[in-house]
C-alpha cells in the first residue's frame, strides 16, 4: 500500500488519554454510588425492633394470637378521609380497646402522620390530605381480650 491510501488525522492515542479515560469513568461511577449510599442513609426510617432474635422467637406465638382474633383489615382513602376497616370472622365491624396508627410513605418517614381514628360504627376514619401514590398505613390495635395486633396495610391514593 501506499502512503497516498493511508488518512492521517494527526491524532494518536497517548497513555494520558487512556488515563483521563479511566479515572472520567470511574469518577462518575463512585459519585453515583456515593450519592445513592447517602440518600438510602438518609431515608431509613431505622430498626423496626431493637433484638431481632427475641423478636424472631415471639414471632409464632404473636402471628397464632392474631390469627385467632380472625380479623380482615381494609384501608383506603376517600375525599380526604382515610378509612380503616376491621371486621371479625362474620364480617361484622370490630371495635378495638385502643388503636394506634401511623400513615406514611413505604420509602422514608418524612411524610408520616399519626391521624386521629375515630369510630363510626363499621369503620375508623379521619380526616387527612394525602398526595396521590403509594401510601402504608402501620396499625396497632388492641382488642377487647388483650390481644396485640399489628398490620402494615397499604393504600393506594388517586386522585
Known amino acids: 500500500m501506499s502512503d497516498a491510501n ?4 494527526g491524532f494518536r492515542l497517548k497513555g494520558w488519554h487512556v488515563l483521563a479515560g479511566f ?3 470511574f469518577g462518575i461511577i463512585i459519585t453515583v ?3 445513592m449510599a ?3 442513609i438518609r431515608t431509613f426510617p431505622g ?3 431493637k433484638n431481632s432474635y427475641v423478636a424472631s422467637q415471639e414471632f409464632d406465638t404473636r402471628r397464632a394470637a392474631q390469627e385467632a382474633l380472625g380479623w380482615q383489615i381494609y384501608g383506603d ?3 380526604g ?3 380503616l376497616s376491621i371486621t371479625d370472622a362474620d364480617g361484622q365491624p370490630v371495635r378495638v380497646k385502643d388503636l394506634h396508627a401511623v400513615v406514611g410513605r413505604a420509602t422514608h418517614v418524612k411524610d408520616d402522620v399519626e391521624p386521629v381514628l375515630a369510630f363510626n360504627g363499621k369503620t375508623y376514619e379521619a380526616p387527612l390530605d394525602l398526595a396521590a401514590g403509594n401510601w402504608n398505613i402501620r396499625m396497632t390495635a388492641l382488642a377487647e381480650d388483650g390481644t396485640l395486633f399489628e398490620q402494615r396495610v397499604i393504600l393506594h391514593v388517586k386522585r
Do not use: F, K, Y
Request: hydrophobic share 50%.
Open 6 to 9: 493511508q488518512i492521517d488525522s
Open 23 to 25: 479515572v472520567g469513568a
Open 33 to 35: 454510588n456515593v450519592v
Open 38 to 40: 447517602t440518600q438510602a
Open 47 to 49: 430498626l423496626e425492633v
Open 77 to 79: 382513602w376517600q375525599d
Open 81 to 83: 378521609m382515610v378509612h
